[in-house]
């Protein structure tokens, strides 16, 4: 069974900071993903990735498949990130196994 | 967008009585998969299905059944609701493959009291 971990639980910046979060995973997998749900609000997918690097505006994924680690930076933080940031990992059977979530709020 | 919808949005029931939750696409996506959320645990797989009448149980799936009798529609039933089942539950649904994301409904809050 795979097993993900998310650090930090809870995170807290000032606007303009450089935000990274951490996920690690225990076994083999064909995809990472990384989400964002909003205070109340629905779930929407950041990044789906196998390898390397994606980035989209202002978020960065990244994944290192031989230590099976993935982080999410965000450049430039705004109180619109505030959030909180799931990562998934998607194993052969098309089943997510999901992490814990880390609560990012950022400052004006 | 992807076209997927949860109803009801909000639902308040007794403890014993039966619940269904609807979870409609119109994205023809092979996969639909129903999470709970609850504080402390994240998301957590009920059921999850790959092709009509195909399902497989997930993580937390004592107390729950499903059904799709048709690809755009997967249902959730809690057939003598408890206390326990108190939850936010999230439809998504999936192409295959790792390039496919996850497109999540809005949710459905229940409360069993």
Known sequence: ?108 | DAGITQSPRHKVTETGTPVTLRCHQTENHRYMYWYRQDPGHGLRLIHYSYGVKDTDKGEVSDGYSVSRSKTEDFLLTLESATSSQTSVYFCAIKRQGRDSPLHFGNGTRLTVT
């Open chain 1, 1 to 108: 069974k795979n097993e993900v971990e998310q650090s930090p639980q809870n995170l807290t910046a000032q606007e303009g900071e450089f935000i990274t979060i951490n996920c690690s995973y225990s076994v083999g997998i064909s995809a990472l993903h990384w989400l964002q749900q909003h205070p109340g609000g629905g779930i929407v997918s950041l990044f789906m990735l196998s390898s390397g690097k994606k980035k989209h505006g202002r978020l960065i994924a990244t994944i290192n498949i031989q230590e099976k680690h993935s982080s999410l930076h965000i450049t430039a933080s705004h109180p619109r990130d505030s959030a909180v940031y799931i990562c998934a990992a998607q194993g052969g059977s098309e089943k997510l196994v999901f992490g814990k979530g880390t609560k990012l709020t950022v400052n004006p």
